[in-house]
């Protein structure tokens, strides 16, 4: 079965460090996504890309948080200068289509200190 | 987007069918319904979507009355690697936002 691929599985940085977490969507998808879930909490939206731009953005996803696809198969969340809390774990998701079904990697989780 | 509304936490057995109901009154005409499954430290998993009436695939069903306020997603003898947290999501996925919203879950917790 295709599956979306995260690296790294866990990413430990300093507050005020820039991180970036990298998906490998699945190749024929069209639509990707970013979330990301707080321990304990509820997986939150943060931004989907089409097109090869944003389509959508929660309040989470602010100027310090940004996309990109930079070469056709990979799709990555840079974090400028990281905060204590966004220490969460990230999924990447991808579909094909609007509407059917998203496949989520297994996250990366992003532990700040 | 419709809010939903699902028991916390439910116990089973293994070799039981397990139904998780979830409540969503204020559906639109365009929303789909879409059911979740989240292991601890990894992704959600799609399980199965329908818009009315049943849905059945090889690992659930999705019964979906017609006035759509609600749905019961069924799972045919659950075992033990079943537990899980189950998400009910409903939205328009082909309509302006395509992005998911999930809710707190409803944890199943299989016993042998």
């Known amino acids: 079965e295709p599956e979306v691929t995260q690296t790294p599985s866990h990413q430990v940085t300093q507050m005020g460090q820039e991180v970036i977490l990298r998906c490998v969507p699945i190749?024929?998808?069209?639509?990707f996504y970013w979330y990301r879930q707080i321990l304990g909490q509820k997986v939150e939206f943060l931004v989907s890309?089409?097109?090869?731009?944003?389509?959508?953005k929660s309040e989470i996803f602010d100027d310090q948080f940004s996309v990109e696809r930079p070469d056709g198969s990979n799709f990555t969340l840079k974090i400028r200068s990281t905060k204590l809390e966004d220490s969460a774990m990230y999924f990447c998701?991808?579909?094909?289509?609007?509407?059917?079904?998203?496949?989520f990697g297994q996250g990366t989780r992003l532990t700040v200190v | 987007l419709a809010k939903t509304t699902q028991p916390i936490s439910m116990d089973s057995y293994e070799g039981q069918e397990v139904n998780i109901t979830c409540s969503h009154n204020?559906?639109?005409?365009?929303?789909?319904i879409t059911w979740y499954q989240q292991f601890p430290s990894q992704g959600p998993r799609f399980i199965i979507q329908g818009y009315k009436t049943k849905v059945t695939n090889e690992v659930a069903s999705l019964f979906i009355p017609a006035d759509r306020k609600s749905s019961t997603l069924s799972l045919p003898r659950v075992s033990l690697s079943d537990t899980a947290v189950y998400y009910c999501l409903v939205g328009d996925r082909g309509g302006a936002t395509n992005k998911l919203i999930f809710g707190t879950g409803t944890l199943l917790a299989v016993q042998p």
């Open positions: 890309f089409y097109n090869n731009e944003i389509s959508e």
């Open positions: 190749s024929n998808h069209l639509y």
């Open positions: 998701a991808s579909e094909w289509s609007m509407n059917t079904e998203a496949f």
């Open positions: 204020n559906i639109a005409t365009n929303d789909y």
